[in-house]
């Protein structure tokens, strides 16, 4: 690992932050900020090759594990809870190993990022197996309780993946697919939830979703598998199912209010004018793709 981690250095400034004015200081923040995808974007290949690699584990059943602490893994666990409402995922198939657990989530424990046998522990106690993909997430690429979980999923066979803001971490030479976002030193030193937290909320973001478009989560840019649980989710389902039909909206209440609520259900019911159970069928064939199922019924 660098002697001087970036993160813990004061970005260049022409004048000391503290003698900028409010309007200074976020000007000074968005053109830090305007550079992160910039980084984000030199590691696009490296990126592509392991969501590739994390899709396969879960096409073979596999879940995908982020493993944490402080900015990292609340940012983590945000990207773990949402996936299950967008691509109506079981409870436990994308989820996030925090150190300190739950009441890391609310108030910092950052004495718990420390403990490398606990994040050891931690992986264990999810049995953590062969099918499953593990994402470590440290800026510095140094944080113990997340090197010794990501080195116990390595032993116990999982794909492993590392996000850091650092080259050549000890996170990094435990994956099997290495992340290095260089975003160079926050504004204020050591403040790793600025642009190390910006680029690694965009990486999480890629990870997750370019995951689920390739397992069918998706149909075009539509949010295919959304679970209506509200109101708001539920006029979002028949949106979706208008747009990827072009049927009238009553016809598409009638078509989601037949499936179930189910959006895949409905578009395929609509698009070849079969009965639900038959679009189901087709659905399970396809691997819960509406894009192969549309095809298999040609």
Partial sequence: MPD?????????????????STRAIIGVMNRADAGVAERVAEHLDELGRAIDAVAARMRDGGRLIYLGAGTSGRLAQVDAVECVPTFNLPEGMVLAIVAGGRESLERSTEEAE???????????????GARDAVVGISASGQTPF????????RERGALTVSITCNRDTALSRLAHHAVEVEVGPEIVAGSTRLKAGTAQKMVLNMISTATMVSLGKTYGGLMVDVQPRNQKLRARALRVVVQATGAMQDEAAAALDGADDDAKVAI??????????????????AGGSVRRALELSK
């Fill in 4 to 20: 001087d981690p970036v993160s813990e250095r004061n970005a260049d400034l022409e004048r000391p932050l503290d003698t900028l």
């Fill in 146 to 153: 997340v090197v010794g979980g990501l080195g116990a999923a």
């Fill in 268 to 285: 395929v019911t609509l698009s070849t004018k079969c009965a639900p159970a038959h679009a189901r069928e087709v659905l399970a064939r």
């Fill in 114 to 128: 420390d403990d490398e046998s606990a994040g050891q522990q931690a992986v264990a106690a999810h049995d953590v």
